[in-house]
């Protein structure tokens, strides 16, 4: 296969690879539900009325 600028593949995969992420468990556990305002809560139904 041909890349682009005489690049090789592993050239490439460097070049375009996602920064790595630590797995779910070392992750901080997601904090209890945001109570939104009566503002806040108008304009996410404005800019979201589907949902």
Not at 2 to 21: D, I, M
Not at 31 to 36: G, H, K, P
Request: no cysteine; charged share 25%.
């Amino acid at each position: 296969m041909t890349y682009p600028f005489g690049a090789a593949r592993t050239e490439l995969e460097k070049a375009f690879a996602l920064p790595s992420v630590p797995p779910a468990a070392e992750l901080e556990p997601a904090s209890s539900a945001r109570v939104l305002s009566e503002s806040d809560r108008a304009v996410a139904l404005f800019e979201h009325p589907d949902h």
